[in-house]
């Protein structure tokens, strides 16, 4: 496998995530939003470099072979915390690394229950029905979801 690493948020500019965040691929598995700029790009940036230092969260920029291929993190989410992903779709084959990753940080954050919503684009994962303990179909923001209950690795 490439070389997956977890590196700062700033070690990328507003930029290099505008191009990542902007890739139509990627945007059709995102809530409906327009496309970033270089102001809401480092806006965007930013709230979640905020985010990472909130108690309970962890998010991180995803690179491989030095090169930004995405983030990844845990987050709050309303009463909850949840687990987030967005991957170039050239790397979308790491899944399963980035979920033990995403699990293993909870775990080390103290959550005893994490949520991992997907967009109703995407398709059914047999993987994650056996990893949750419970799967639920729901409505986030006027969008469709299933949201996998899972447990972190302790």
Not at 8 to 35: E, I, K, Y
Not at 92 to 102: A, D
Request: charged share 25%; with cysteine.
């Amino acid at each position: 496998m490439s070389d997956l690493r977890f590196v700062a948020l700033d070690h990328f500019d507003a930029d290099a995530w505008m191009g990542l965040l902007n890739q139509d691929r990627v945007r059709s598995h995102l809530m409906a939003h327009p496309r970033f700029d270089r102001a809401s790009a480092a806006q965007w940036l930013q709230a979640k470099i905020h985010l990472d230092t909130q108690p309970g969260c962890r998010v991180r920029a995803v690179t491989m072979n030095d090169r930004l291929v995405g983030w990844c993190g845990v987050q709050a989410e309303g009463d909850h915390f949840e687990l987030a992903a967005v991957i170039d779709p050239a790397c979308w084959g790491v899944g399963r690394t980035l979920l033990r990753q995403l699990l293993a940080w909870a775990g080390e954050l103290g959550h005893q229950e994490v949520a991992l919503h997907l967009l109703h684009t995407r398709r059914r994962y047999r993987y994650l029905e056996r990893l949750a303990h419970r799967v639920e179909h729901n409505q986030l923001l006027g969008d469709d979801f299933t949201t996998y209950w899972l447990a972190p690795i302790q």
